[in-house]
């Protein structure tokens, strides 16, 4: 089996096909098709279906946000823990400082650049891009949504 390419700030970002285009496109394509039926022949059946259409994307919306919701903690777990076996004690409390996108864009700093990327971070307050950008050596994360 051939091995992927290695991540990197230019090559991290998921593109889920099947998500992506398949059912988002097919939501959407659905909504603007009933929405064209409706402005057509406006009756109760062509409204349902933009009702309808309206509702499964916002379900499908709602769903992915949720999964990205739950992934943010589950990192934010990890970078914790990952963080109090790298850090000394002292930092440990700070550590409650950092935001949800802080720990995102810490995840893929490898355990040798954490401490002084954690430190960047709460000092000049980072966003997760901007992390991610300092990153020289790059810990890929193959187990997300």
């Known amino acids: ?4 390419k290695p991540q990197s700030y230019a090559t991290h970002r998921r593109f889920d096909l099947w998500f992506h285009v398949g ?12 929405c064209i039926l409706a402005v057509r022949r406006f009756d109760l059946a062509s409204v ?4 309808l259409s309206l509702g499964l994307l916002i379900l499908m919306l709602r769903v992915r946000i949720y999964a ?13 823990l990952r963080m109090r076996a790298l850090m000394p004690e ?3 409390v700070r550590l409650r400082e950092l935001t949800p996108g802080q720990f995102v864009g ?11 990327l954690v430190q960047q971070a709460l000092d000049e307050k980072l966003s997760s891009e901007a992390i991610k950008k300092r990153i020289r050596i ?8």
């Open 1 to 4: 089996m051939p091995e992927k």
């Open 23 to 34: 059912a988002m496109g097919l939501l959407t394509a659905a909504f603007v098709i009933a």
């Open 48 to 51: 349902w279906g933009v009702v």
């Open 68 to 80: 990205l919701r739950v992934q943010d903690r589950i990192i934010r777990l990890e970078e914790t």
């Open 90 to 92: 002292a930092w440990h």
């Open 106 to 116: 810490l995840r893929f700093a490898s355990d040798e650049e954490l401490p002084v």
């Open 138 to 145: 790059w810990r890929g994360d193959t187990f997300r949504v």
